[in-house]
T-cell receptor, first 114, second 108 residues
């Protein structure tokens, strides 16, 4: 595709429900990153993939968070039993190869947990 | 991801003056250091990057310096303009963790 695509763009859910956020990277980009950004805050690293492998999962806040990437393309970030503190914008980015070049960010998925 | 610290958190400068933002990292294996600019309501965009085999890189009014021995790198913006007002983030490999960000305000 022309750019990194994320869906949904907005998600409102009730506390305790599970949510799935999807990221479709730029075609041919082997690296994919997930970040979380709360209002007025910085970019919190969550996880990154090189191909289908996740060399670094250290940023996932708790075991309620998981991510997978299949076929070296689309990635899904899943948050189980959502809490109010999970409310944030979840940004996905891709690059040609991990750790060597420009990250291209998607528009983000804004998650609101009531 | 790598642990990256960024200072200052806010920076206000008079138009035409210079702005300097500093970042430190801890992993001696880090070899790629990009800087991103995020304007209000928009996604971050790369403005300049530097690799570990280079000590300095310039692109018009923007420059980045790297001191591998001290494990720090800095962003320099000269002749600041109102459109430079934004949040700036540094990052370092592995994993491209970002610093906490610096909100730069250029006063006209």
């Amino acid at each position: 595709g022309a750019g990194v695509s994320q869906s949904p763009s907005n998600k409102v859910t009730e506390k305790g429900k599970d949510v799935e956020l999807r990221c479709d990277p730029i075609s041919g980009h082997t690296a994919l990153y997930w970040y979380r950004q709360s209002l007025g805050q910085g970019l919190e690293f969550l996880i990154y993939f090189q191909g289908n492998s996740a060399p670094d999962k250290s940023g996932l806040p708790s075991d309620r968070f998981s991510a997978e990437r299949t076929g070296g393309s689309v990635s899904t970030l899943t948050i189980q039993r959502t809490q109010q503190e999970d409310s944030a914008v979840y940004l996905c980015a891709s690059s040609l190869v991990a750790d060597t070049g420009e990250l291209f960010f998607g528009e983000g998925s804004r998650l609101t947990v009531l | 991801g790598e642990n990256v610290e960024q200072h200052p958190s806010t920076l206000s400068v008079q138009e035409g003056d210079s702005a300097v933002i500093k970042c430190t990292y801890s992993d001696s294996a880090s070899n790629y250091f990009p800087w991103y600019k995020q304007e209000l309501g928009k996604r971050p965009q790369l403005i300049i990057d530097i690799r570990s085999n280079v000590g300095e890189k310039k692109d018009q009014r923007i420059a980045v310096t790297l001191n591998k021995t001290a494990k720090h790198f800095s962003l320099h913006i000269t002749e600041t303009q109102p459109e430079d007002s934004a949040v700036y983030f540094c990052a370092a490999t592995p994993g491209l963790s970002f610093g906490a960000g610096t909100t730069v305000t250029v006063r006209a």
